[in-house]
């Protein structure tokens, strides 16, 4: 059974604290219009998945369901401890170690385009990967609609930063007034090199700049994962792939800095299992999934470090 409001169950639920916040969007929580339909290939598993995102109620956050599972609980409620790996992905389970891969980019898209609230049904152990960008997921959840519901939306305020690393790989976040970020990737191959991109994470630039941006992976890597039994769905139609100082694919790049706009989407999907939007600046360098979710466990793990916060209107705080 799903919890009404997943995020006052979490271990980190405190007091929320009512402020004034003009720099965010729309105050309320959101969900969807109406039922929206896709289906694809997983990127590992090869197998084709359909996927509906439907609207929810006020409160109850993102959960998936494995509608493929009838036998136990097959409900996900979102989460930083729901997250199980994040090694190639990241993948969430729950009580019933019932499992799901490969939602970053949705959560992504849901994150960026205010969702708060929504139950995705999956019949399958993945989420499709489309054609590797969060664009096909902007563009379902644009057809299903959007819908303001009258309850004042959380937000993450980071009050300290949090800092971890992996060897030369860091991340951290920070205080800052609206939600900001860094990321800079380095690759010994010239065709990606060094690249930086600083930007404020909101709907308008994750459209412009971030939604389109592509998973990428080298040649030699791709086949060492199916001998693995992994990357089963992955093709030029989804992946940019480099084979030494060339790219493989007919078309190029899709924009400047591709490589580093997808891993800031990535990162984007992974800090949203926290359930909330981020007032805050996080910056990473050389991170993965695997790191981001390192990441929110630490933020987790230091109850002084933020603050869940809703935005009430002027008019309702005048007085």
């Known amino acids: 059974m799903v919890k009404e409001d997943h995020l ?6 405190r007091d929320i604290v009512s402020i004034r916040v003009t720099v965010l969007n729309d105050p309320y929580e959101q969900t969807t219009m109406a039922p929206a ?27 998936f369901v494995r509608t493929d599972i009838t036998d136990r609980d097959n409900r996900i409620p979102v ?7 994040a090694r190639l992905n990241t993948m969430i389970a729950n009580g019933d170690d019932v499992r799901l891969s490969t939602i970053e980019h949705l959560m992504a898209a849901l ?27 902007v563009q379902l959840l644009d057809r299903a609609g959007f819908r303001r519901q009258e309850q004042p939306r959380r937000y993450i305020e980071i009050l300290k930063t949090v800092h971890v690393e992996e060897g030369d790989k860091h991340a951290a976040l920070m205080p800052c007034d609206r939600f900001e970020m860094r990321f800079e990737i380095d690759f010994p191959t010239p065709v990606i090199g060094n690249q930086v991109i600083d930007f404020v994470v909101d709907e308008k630039t994750f459209r412009s700049e971030i939604m389109s941006a592509r998973t990428f992976g080298f040649a ?23 084979d030494g100082d060339e790219i493989l694919n007919p078309g190029g790049l ?11 989407l990535d ?28 990441l929110v466990r630490a933020l987790l793990a230091q109850p002084d470090a933020y603050r869940v916060v809703t935005r009430v209107p002027d008019m309702a705080m005048a007085g």
């Open 8 to 13: 006052a169950q979490s271990a980190w639920t």
């Open 37 to 63: 339909i896709c289906a694809g290939v997983g990127v590992h598993t090869g197998r084709r998945v359909r996927l509906v995102v439907r609207p929810a109620a006020a409160g109850q956050g993102i959960v």
């Open 79 to 85: 989460s930083g401890e729901a997250v199980i790996d």
């Open 111 to 137: 994150s960026a385009m205010n969702i708060s609230n929504a139950v995705i049904e999956v019949d399958g152990p993945e989420l499709p990967i489309l054609d590797g960008s969060a664009l096909p997921f």
């Open 220 to 242: 030699h890597e791709v086949e060492a994962l199916r001998q693995a039994g992994l990357a089963r769905g992955g093709s030029l139609e989804n992946a940019v792939v480099i």
């Open 254 to 264: 899709r924009m400047e800095r591709e490589f580093v706009r997808h891993k800031a």
């Open 267 to 294: 990162a984007i999907g992974d800090l949203y299992v926290l359930g909330a939007p981020l007032m805050g600046r996080y910056e990473g360098y050389k991170a993965g999934h695997q790191l981001n979710n390192k």
